[in-house]
């Protein structure tokens, strides 16, 4: 027999707030559910506004789902190739000083900065700016506690991690995904070092017992509804008309005045 509803190994890991979001068999063996739970560890932003775990994630942690999808769309698009979507445009293109072979020789040029504008891909396309792809990749220096995205060799000085890449250009959404990604990671990582016996629930042969631990002990079946007592059960013996003089007697605290319970 399975876990009782209402209960389960997920839902008594209150720590990190599962009782506010995942069903009872989230992390049962059930290959749609273990491949739910792959999901945590991979995926872009595009994957997880459809994914349900993310959505639980976001419940647990107190955001409203079907706002953060939206306005997390209205900063990055509503699809890495829709014309609403976010790009880098070169208004002008950097160049690179050093001397240049003209008509009177080896001339100096000097460099000139790269300049760029965020705009949608539709306006870049329509004013004829290019734009590339953007690089998604986000690095987190440890010592600064700067994050980068796209991080070249040439800029790599320092102690720099690699992040998970979202496949969107921004620090905010992608700093919450982090934070949902965490919050399921905490539920996989308590479960899977749960005792078997937690996990599954109590068996029989934990104890002794042949068979079901839940029908051995009638568990299993719908509560009797509630039987009249036989009073002529008890000892014939009692009397209960009878009464008992006690001798316990008891202090009164200074100031206080007992009471009569014999009294008028």
Partial sequence: MTWLPGVGPVKDVS????TRGLSEDWYSSDP???SNRDEILKGSFWDIIDNPIYEAAAAGLDIDWDTWVEESKGQVGISPEDGSTRVRAVIVAPRQGGYRRTQRGRTWVPSIPGEYEWMTRD???????????LQTTRWYNEETGKTEFGLTDEESEGDWTELRDW???DTDISEQL???SDWLSDIVNINDH?????VEGPKG????????IWEHYGLDQEPEPPKELDWDSYD????????????VGYSTPEGITPVDLHGD
């Fill in 178 to 180: 982090d934070e949902m």
């Fill in 167 to 169: 496949g969107i250009y």
């Fill in 32 to 34: 749609i559910h273990e």
């Fill in 123 to 133: 306006e870049a396309n329509e004013q004829g700016y290019s734009y590339g792809e």
């Fill in 236 to 247: 014939k013996t009692m009397q209960l008309s009878t009464a008992v003089t006690s001798h």
């Fill in 194 to 198: 749960l005792h078997p016996i937690i």
């Fill in 15 to 18: 720590a990190v707030g599962v």
């Fill in 205 to 212: 042969e934990h104890y002794g017992i042949e068979g079901d």
